[in-house]
């Protein structure tokens, strides 16, 4: 539909302003929901000129939302019989088929719409929601994901394929396992681009038609802790390892999440079941290291640390951490030492530049 208030028909330019005043009147009401005033405006104008066929599309427009489906199919023929490519008048129309069931109709008007602009996400949306209202879901999931890829920042599309996906899963315990798994992977997309929010709605959704997903359970522990929800993460984590008592990252998230609640006895034992089930992985002993330090086991986590340095040498706090312990028991050349190698795996830490700064005094005092 074109943005200019021409009329497709010929009329007085003596009552041009006048209707435009009314169709700008209306248009105004309508969008502050106003509707039946705004429809009274539109009445002026169409009885000022009655030519003016934009007029009619606005006026479709107040009765489809108003609920006055007759009104709004006929407001739209007549004004589709001269602005015949208008999309948005199609896709209304559709919506006021919908509305009476007459899905037939209303499914010709959505693929005309679509047919005329293919790039308008919405059109897509109504689509598919109109085929939701047929219970046809699976047919309605192309429609959504197309109008999701178009606008993937619009929530309502996400909810309504996440609404059409339950449906159709209900009672089907192996279609719930995989549409769960199909939000699991949106959740994936979601937390790759750092959307940790987002992703967690996902990994809900999975776990809500697949409570036994693991994956789900861990991934919504990674994002409350990264999100600095430590007791929702102790939470998941406990779940995803209820369903499977050999996940390893689990009970690492488990020792990082106590760590952070300052439960440390607790972080050093979720840290030795993991090194249990992964003694070859790294992971687990630099967990334990920093739970023994804050647990003042200096020597024991020096070990922890050594092995780590044996097990994945360019770790990138590995040498902080150590030094930390170094400097807690005053040995400051070997503190110094780690301290270089954590600035060239960290440079610009400022950390390791206000510690280097503190080694250097005390290896001064010393001599």
């Known amino acids: 539909m074109s943005d200019e208030l021409e009329p497709a028909l010929p009329v007085s330019q003596d009552s041009k302003n006048e209707w435009q005043a009314q169709l700008e ?35 479709g427009l107040a009765y489809n939302v108003m ?27 559709a919506i006021a088929y919908r509305a009476l069931k007459e899905w037939d109709k209303a499914l010709a008007d959505h693929n005309k719409a679509i047919q005329l602009d293919i790039e308008i996400a919405f059109f897509w949306y109504e689509r598919g929601y109109t085929r939701i209202r047929m219970r ?26 996440y609404f059409a996906r339950k449906e159709l899963a209900k009672g089907n315990p192996e279609k719930n396992a995989h549409y769960a798994d199909s939000y699991y992977q949106e959740g994936e997309g ?11 709605q996902y990994y809900l959704e999975a776990i809500q038609l697949d409570p036994q997903h693991e994956k789900a359970n861990y ?11 430590n007791e929702e993460a102790i939470n998941f984590f406990k779940a995803a390892i209820h369903f499977n008592y050999q996940d390893y990252d689990s009970f ?7 760590f952070n609640t300052g439960n440390f006895q607790q972080a050093l034992n979720e840290a030795n079941w993991a090194i249990q089930l992964k003694p070859d992985d790294y992971t687990g002993y630099l967990n334990r290291a920093i739970a023994l330090t804050e647990l003042g086991k200096l020597e024991e986590a020096l070990k922890d640390y050594n092995l780590v340095m044996d097990l994945n040498p360019t770790h990138k706090y590995l040498y902080l951490n ?16 780690d301290l270089q190698i954590a600035d060239k795996l960290n440079p610009g830490d400022k950390r390791v530049k206000k510690l280097l ?11």
């Open 219 to 229: 991934k919504c522990g990674v994002c409350s802790f990264i999100l600095g929800k």
């Open 136 to 161: 046809k879901f699976a047919e309605s999931f192309g429609d959504l994901e197309q109008a999701i890829e178009l606008d993937p920042r619009n929530p309502k599309y996400q909810n309504s394929l």
């Open 252 to 258: 690492n998230g488990l020792s990082v999440s106590y």
């Open 357 to 367: 700064e503190e080694v250097s005094k005390a290896l001064k005092k010393r001599r």
């Open 67 to 93: 609920g006055n489906r007759q009104e709004a199919i006929s407001d739209f023929d007549f004004y589709l019989k001269y602005e015949f490519d208008d999309a948005k008048a199609y896709n209304a129309r």
């Open 322 to 337: 150590r030094a930390i312990v170094y400097m807690d028991l005053k040995d400051y050349q070997k503190a110094f030492a």
């Open 190 to 200: 979601q937390f790759k681009q750092k959307n940790y929010n987002g992703a967690i």
């Open 25 to 59: 009147r209306g248009k105004k009401l309508l969008e502050i929901k106003q509707y039946r005033h705004s429809i009274d405006h539109f009445n002026i104008a169409i009885q000022k000129e009655p030519s003016a066929i934009i007029v009619y599309f606005w006026r």
